[in-house]
């Protein structure tokens, strides 16, 4: 039977995901909104569908592995609220489930390590319905269901460097605040060693070995492009989006021990320095 992955959401971590299955002769299908990127799929080796929209039941029968990239809104998991009963019913037809939630389940740590043993107790409201998210997928009886926890994610397109070349960039300074983050490349790299490795009820955190300030990352891409250091501006005074500001109400260290002694994933970009000087790298070789 064809390895089949049915892709909720089918956006940036699962695009890399899908760069890995496809030369091992998977089967791709992934929804999106949009037309457009249904042709950007498509050229890319997956088999769009526009949902909500598409009758899904065909998708559903072929898969084999289900990931949910998608988040949940006002209403809930939106997966959940129009297919959930489906979903349930073909619980056991299924190999491997992924969830991608956010280490924002974890809520504020004052900078202290987090593992996925942690109690979740989220601070802001997307926190909350992500973990709210997570419960309901864990609901499912004989779901084969693994849940990434996924930090600050950047890679190709999702770099700092075109703000810091643009002279937008601002070194937000909050006494003790950090972050972890990951590349999108190891993002992939860990789903794809889930799937070859399934542990039914396995949560992961997904980032690298060194969590940091902000302002430590967009003064290093300032170093790199041999550019001024941007601008440091007090986080209490600085002028915000509330989904900008809502970033810094956690700060926390994330442990990906699991990942590495479970999985055996050897990252390939282990802390930022590594990605950003691979990232600018790829941009000049282009």
């Given at each position: 039977?064809?390895?089949?992955?049915?892709?909720?959401?089918?956006?940036?971590?699962?695009?890399?995901?899908?760069?890995?299955?496809?030369?091992?002769?998977?089967?791709?299908?992934?929804?999106?909104?949009?037309?457009?990127?249904?042709?950007?799929?498509?050229?890319?080796?997956?088999?769009?569908?526009?949902?909500?929209?598409a009758n899904m039941e065909p998708a559903?029968?072929?898969?084999?592995?289900?990931?949910?990239?998608?988040?949940?809104?006002?209403?809930?998991?939106?997966?959940?609220?129009?297919?959930?009963?489906?979903?349930?019913?073909?619980?056991?037809?299924?190999?491997w489930v992924g969830y991608l939630s956010?280490?924002?389940?974890?809520?504020?740590?004052?900078?202290?390590?987090?593992?996925?043993?942690?109690?979740?107790?989220?601070?802001?409201?997307?926190?909350?319905?992500?973990?709210?998210?997570?419960?309901?997928?864990?609901?499912?009886?004989?779901?084969?269901?693994?849940?990434?926890?996924?930090?600050?994610?950047?890679?190709?397109?999702?770099?700092?460097?075109?703000?810091?070349?643009?002279?937008?960039?601002?070194?937000?300074?909050?006494?003790?605040?950090?972050?972890?983050?990951?590349?999108?490349?190891?993002?992939?790299?860990?789903?794809?060693?889930?799937?070859?490795?399934?542990?039914?009820?396995?949560?992961?955190?997904?980032?690298?070995?060194?969590?940091?300030?902000?302002?430590?990352?967009?003064?290093?891409?300032?170093?790199?492009?041999?550019?001024?250091?941007?601008?440091?501006?007090?986080?209490?005074?600085?002028?915000?989006?509330?989904?900008?500001?809502?970033?810094?109400?956690?700060?926390?260290?994330?442990?990906?021990?699991?990942?590495?002694?479970?999985?055996?994933?050897?990252?390939?970009?282990?802390?930022?320095?590594?990605?950003?000087?691979?990232?600018?790298?790829?941009?000049?070789?282009?």
């Open positions: 039977m064809t390895k089949t992955l049915l892709s909720f959401g089918h956006g940036y971590s699962a695009r890399a995901l899908t760069r890995i299955l496809l030369p091992q002769d998977w089967r791709v299908i992934g929804t999106t909104r949009s037309e457009d990127r249904a042709v950007t799929l498509m050229n890319e080796g997956t088999e769009p569908r526009i949902w909500p929209g559903l029968n072929a898969a084999t592995h289900l990931l949910i990239s998608a988040a949940p809104d006002e209403n809930g998991d939106p997966v959940l609220g129009a297919l959930g009963d489906e979903i349930a019913k073909r619980a056991g037809q299924f190999e956010t280490t924002g389940v974890y809520g504020d740590h004052a900078g202290d390590w987090v593992t996925e043993e942690t109690p979740l107790t989220p601070a802001t409201k997307r926190g909350i319905a992500r973990v709210n998210a997570e419960t309901a997928w864990a609901a499912i009886p004989n779901l084969p269901l693994h849940i990434f926890r996924l930090a600050g994610i950047y890679g190709p397109g999702r770099g700092p460097f075109a703000k810091v070349r643009a002279g937008t960039a601002r070194r937000i300074i909050k006494q003790g605040q950090v972050f972890s983050r990951t590349h999108v490349a190891d993002i992939a790299r860990v789903l794809a060693a889930s799937i070859a490795k399934p542990n039914p009820g396995a949560a992961y955190n997904v980032c690298d070995n060194d969590p940091a300030p902000p302002q430590d990352v967009i003064g290093y891409a300032a170093e790199l492009l041999g550019l001024p250091l941007p601008p440091a501006e007090d986080f209490e005074v600085a002028e915000m989006t509330p989904m900008a500001r809502s970033f810094y109400a956690e700060s926390k260290k994330v442990s990906n021990d699991r990942i590495k002694d479970e999985l055996g994933v050897d990252l390939l970009y282990p802390d930022y320095k590594a990605g950003l000087r691979a990232l600018l790298a790829a941009e000049l070789s282009v």
